[in-house]
């Protein structure tokens, strides 16, 4: 297999228009379409009081928010991709990964400005202990990363570094082009979401919670590559199709969701998008097991760290699966029928 063969989209026939608004939607069967173990941290209880004082010590958030924050379960989301972590490193995870629930949500909305959360917060990367502000963004950077700095390796750092700035530049792309009104098609938007999702540093963090340094060759290698894209893609599918109500409800620009880019592209209903975004998942599930069969080899010891890395994206693929369904975020019930949520004010990420 060609790892940089571009995604071949699903043939559904589901294409039928309907005449009124639809009332609920059936989601795929996505679990079980996911075939890799389901390992949860052991210090997840340890992990949740730590991330509720973080919350509240760090990030600042206190009265209703935090309430709303602690529902969001970053947390959880660390313990069931990070399954092998050690308490100190889940700990790094889970701030990391409420960090970027939080900044996420006040850059989507406006509420700071994405060009100064950059600046800010690269800085605080570049020098966690020395760099001196009072931008809560940027304390919240300097908090978890100089925690980071004290176990990863140089090449991991700077991939987090860089990985991030791809994340900020995504973001103020897609804020900049939802306020000029301009509108993705379906490819326009994968490639978008693949830097918006802000899992690239997550993937970092695979290396992190493992103390493993890829040698650069491994990382840029096309293989790895492929597997990571594949990896980014189904997580970030999976989240839009999880996050489609809420989004829809909240008045969300539908382009950057890849269901209403779907029906508007294919010409399907709602039902139909999502049964074509389930089968782009088993999809980027193949591509993955299809591209980690040709891993080249670069020697026992890189091999075994490889390994590791490649067992991360796995974790991350139904780790991050399970959490959409268990946290309360998303609200799937068990015959994963959902009913279509109330068209509301525009407030609120996914």
């Not at 020697?299 to 139904?318: F, P, S, T």
Request: charged share 25%; aromatic share 10%; glycine share 4%.
């Amino acid at each position: 297999m060609n790892p940089t063969t571009p995604i071949m989209f699903a043939t559904v026939t589901h294409t039928t228009t309907p005449e009124s608004e639809p009332s609920q939607f059936i989601l795929p069967d996505l679990i079980n379409d996911c075939h890799y173990p389901f390992q949860q941290n052991p210090h997840c209880d340890a992990a949740c009081r730590a991330s509720v004082r973080w919350l509240m010590d760090v990030a600042q958030i206190v009265g209703p928010e935090i309430r709303e924050y602690i529902d969001v379960d970053a947390n959880g989301l660390a313990v069931a991709c990070y399954p092998d972590a050690d308490a100190f490193h889940l700990q790094v995870c889970s701030d990391f990964l409420n960090w970027l629930f939080i900044t996420d949500d006040l850059m989507e909305s406006g509420v700071v400005d994405v060009q100064e959360v950059h600046e800010s917060c690269v800085s605080a990367f570049r020098d966690p202990i020395n760099f001196d502000t009072e931008r809560l963004d940027a304390k919240m950077c300097k908090s978890y990363f100089s925690r980071f700095k004290e176990t990863a390796g140089p090449g991991c750092t700077e991939r987090f570094i860089y990985t991030s700035e791809l994340y900020f530049a995504a973001v103020a792309k897609q804020v900049d082009d939802r306020a000029k009104g301009h509108v993705y098609d379906l490819e326009s938007c994968i490639a978008l979401r693949r830097d918006t999702g802000g899992l690239k540093p997550c993937f970092n963090l695979i290396e992190f919670v493992a103390r493993i340094d890829l040698p650069d060759e491994v990382v840029s290698h096309p293989v790895v590559k492929a597997l990571e894209e594949a990896t980014n893609d189904h997580v970030c599918w999976h989240n839009d199709m999880l996050s489609y109500n809420k989004e829809q409800s909240c008045g969300h620009a539908p382009w950057e969701n890849i269901v209403p880019a779907i029906m508007h592209e294919r010409g399907l209903d709602l039902q139909g998008a999502m049964d074509y975004a389930g089968q782009m998942c088993k999809d980027a599930i193949q591509r993955f097991d299809s591209n980690r069969a040709i891993l080249p080899s670069w020697g026992e010891e890189v091999d075994r760290q490889v390994a590791v890395y490649i067992k991360g994206l796995q974790h991350w693929m139904i780790g991050s699966l399970r959490w959409h369904f268990d946290c309360a975020r998303y609200a799937v019930p068990p015959d994963r029928i959902i009913k279509l949520l109330p068209k509301r004010p525009y407030k609120c990420g996914a």
